[in-house]
């Protein structure tokens, strides 16, 4: 009898070592396209991941100061702060096809644990950047408070997406170019080609996102628009902040339309 998709999922989140994560969640992506796990959804998934000692994790409110990023310590915190993005990325993927894939379809979970197993990469990618630079995640503290925003969408497939690819991955969209500039400015190039994969890779992440939930929109019967809008509203709490980078989010299927209106000036 082969192992249901569940468990295998549930197994790779709540591995709390990253490595180790990482590859649970490539296994877990490779053993489901190779046809060897069933779509069963039979175990919950976790409320909490597996996480590693540390980092320490402290309320964004918290965090110390990241400073401007020319000096060696910027440069390490910067990459740190991403290192753990990153990781929290690659539970929020797994939890999206473990948690939701059961009253989705096969094409969600295999959406959603290809965007896993790039998360993992983008991880690993990152932390032998880090390595490289003297550090390694977990030297540093980190806030908490990406995880907590999925969490509480954890009832809601429908919320789920608007807030986490439609909202918190579209911003990385907004932020990473910036950032990429700041980084070949500063000579790294091995960084900057890591960002622009990464960049690249979440334009498609945004546009799963988007796509899954125009069908959940579809099948309850909503206007799109103003579903998303009250689902953000109610779930997010806030507007949603520019400048935004209106070609990447266009080519991940978000209209300026959509987001124009809810955004703070
Ligand atoms: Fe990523
Ligand atoms: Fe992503």
Redesign the pocket.
């Known amino acids: 009898m082969t192992r249901s998709i569940a468990a295998a999922i549930r197994e790779a989140l709540l591995e709390c070592d990253p490595r180790a994560k990482v590859m649970a969640t490539r296994k877990v992506a490779r053993d489901w396209r190779l046809g060897r796990l069933s779509f069963v959804f039979d175990v919950e998934m976790p409320e909490v991941p597996g996480r590693p000692d540390a980092p320490e994790l402290l309320p964004p409110g918290r965090m110390p100061k990241r400073g401007k990023g020319g000096s060696e310590r910027g440069r390490i915190a910067l990459w740190h702060a991403l290192a753990h993005i990153?990781f929290v990325?690659i539970d929020l993927a797994l939890d999206m096809a473990g948690r939701f894939g059961g009253e989705m379809d096969e094409a969600f979970v295999s959406d959603f644990l290809s965007v896993a197993a790039?998360?993992a990469m983008?991880y690993a990618l990152i932390d032998r950047h880090l390595r490289s630079l003297g550090s390694h995640y977990g030297a540093l503290p980190a806030h908490d408070g990406l995880w907590e925003a999925a969490h509480k969408t954890r009832g809601d497939v429908g919320a789920r997406l608007a807030v986490v690819p439609m909202v918190l991955e579209a911003r990385g969209l907004d932020v990473t170019p910036a950032t990429l500039e700041r980084v070949k400015a500063n000579g790294d190039k091995r960084g900057a080609g890591i960002l622009q994969r990464?960049l690249d890779?979440?334009i498609r992440?945004v546009r799963f996102g988007a796509n899954h939930f125009a069908d959940v929109a579809e099948r309850l019967n909503e206007d799109h628009d103003s579903l998303w809008k009250s689902l953000v509203s109610r779930h997010f709490g806030g507007a949603v902040k520019p400048p935004f980078n209106d070609s990447a989010r266009l080519a991940a299927g978000l209209s300026r339309d959509l987001y124009g209106s809810i955004a703070c000036s």
């Open positions: 990153e990325a790039d998360e983008h990464i890779d979440e992440h």
